[in-house]
């Protein structure tokens, strides 16, 4: 039984280049080596360090400025990080101090961006701005107008809804930490909706995934970015009936 276990890893171990992922451990006895635990306990108590971690609302706010891009300060109805991850519906919706706020921008943009924590903001302190370095300038040449750029602390997914109604925009990209994994603790997710109200659900929206240094690379997620916002302007939806085909040659991607 060793020898077939010690000939299954060698044929898992070229894997091993291209994934995070644990394959090939090994054993000791009855479970894994020692050094692969101390791994295993090392990536999970990341994990929890990326989901308790704060915005960095003062850095983001500081690297915003220097990009010349108007910004609002916001806060979801979850008052505090324990109130946050147990009721996920206060995360939705933005408090009152932050929806009056609002209440002074309703100058109709075509995009707004939105920028969350969810449940890593460690995610976003690190990946958000180089994103938006690549992304403003493309969406700028095409001419769209984009609203003021909003940070929320204790923010889902759906905030954005609530945002980009208020905002009578058309379409919002909102930049959110994902759930922290035992290979990433710094994923970042964008999710793109048309028409965005309060009351949509997730088959509504676009969700580009696994945007970080070791994973899909900002320039790559832009891109991505960029042509299904256009697509959803041009098509006027967003979701399960908005697929990626960018690349398909035109018959298939007429297929979708």
């Known amino acids: 039984m060793d020898q077939l276990e010690k000939a299954g890893n060698d044929l898992l171990e070229p894997l091993k280049e291209f994934t995070a992922a644990r394959i090939a451990l090994g054993r000791a006895g009855s479970s894994i080596p020692v050094r692969q635990s101390l791994t295993f306990n090392l990536a999970h108590a990341h994990a929890r360090d990326a989901v308790y971690s704060e915005l960095d609302v003062q850095k983001l706010s500081g690297e915003l400025a220097e990009l010349d891009l108007p910004f609002l300060q916001l806060h979801s109805k ?37 920028i969350a ?50 905002m009578l925009s058309g379409l919002s990209i909102i930049l959110i930490g994902e759930r922290p994994g035992l ?57 399960v009936g908005l697929k990626d085909n960018e690349g398909l040659p035109g018959d298939r991607a007429a297929l979708y």
């Open 183 to 239: 290979s990433a603790a710094d994923s970042m997710g964008a999710y793109l909706t048309f028409s965005p109200r309060p009351g949509l659900t997730d088959e509504s929206r676009n969700c580009i995934s696994n945007i970080r240094t070791h994973g899909l690379s900002v320039k790559q997620a832009s891109k991505k970015i960029f042509y299904l916002v256009q697509e959803a302007l041009r098509r006027k939806l967003s979701g």
């Open 78 to 114: 979850a008052a505090y990080r324990e109130q946050y991850l147990q009721r996920p519906d206060l995360g939705r919706q933005l408090d009152d101090i932050s929806a009056d706020l609002l209440s002074g921008h309703h100058a109709p943009a075509d995009i707004v961006i939105v």
């Open 117 to 166: 924590d969810g449940l890593s903001a460690t995610a976003v302190n690190n990946n958000s701005i180089n994103l938006l370095k690549v992304l403003v300038p493309r969406l700028l040449s095409a001419g769209l107008k984009i609203a003021p750029i909003c940070l929320v602390k204790q923010g889902r997914v759906a905030v954005a809804d609530d945002i980009g109604a208020q």
